[in-house]
Every structure is written in structure tokens, then in C-alpha cells.
């Protein structure tokens, strides 16, 4: 059982429940994941309230295999805009 959540930064986090059969006791554990946000492309996430929009281009911008996934959605150019609007709040 996992949980995906985007934070402002970006910063994705994986919260992975792990169950220690040994001891009989299980925990969830949070794991950053942005860097392997490819990776979780097509999963549900949760959005926490303070993301922005440029957060969401912020995954995206420094990562090739996204860029290539979206390359047909113009997302060279939206990232572009991201960047010059970061502060902006919506």
C-alpha cells in the first residue's frame, strides 16, 4: 500500500506503509521520489494545498523523459512560461 503527494518545491513523496513481520509492527515510511518522477507518471497523487502551478512545471522542466512524454503537449514552451510566472499565485 502507497500514497503519492505532491508538495510545493516540487518535492514528490512516495509514503510506502511497511510491515516488519518479525517484530509484528508496521509503520508507513516516506521516501522522496522526485527525481524518479517519471516513474509515477500515470499513478494518483494528492496535491497539497500550497502547490503552484509552477511546482507542477517544476517536475517537469529538469526532467528529459517527461519533456519527451509531453513533447506533442508543448511543454518546452509551458515550462518556459512556468518559470517566468514562479511567483505568481493562482
Do not use: N
Amino acid at each position: 500500500m502507497s500514497e503519492l503527494q505532491l508538495f510545493s518545491g516540487p518535492r514528490l513523496v512516495r509514503k510506502s506503509w511497511i510491515y516488519d513481520d518479525d517484530k509484528g509492527v508496521g509503520d508507513w515510511v516516506s521516501t522522496d521520489v522526485t527525481e524518479r518522477a517519471f516513474e509515477y507518471l500515470f499513478h494518483e497523487l494528492v496535491i497539497d494545498p500550497d502547490v503552484t502551478l509552477a511546482d507542477v512545471f517544476g517536475l517537469v522542466m529538469d526532467e528529459p523523459i517527461m519533456q519527451a512524454v509531453f513533447r506533442q503537449e508543448f511543454v518546452s514552451e509551458l515550462c518556459a512560461e512556468g518559470r517566468a510566472r514562479s511567483t505568481v499565485r493562482w
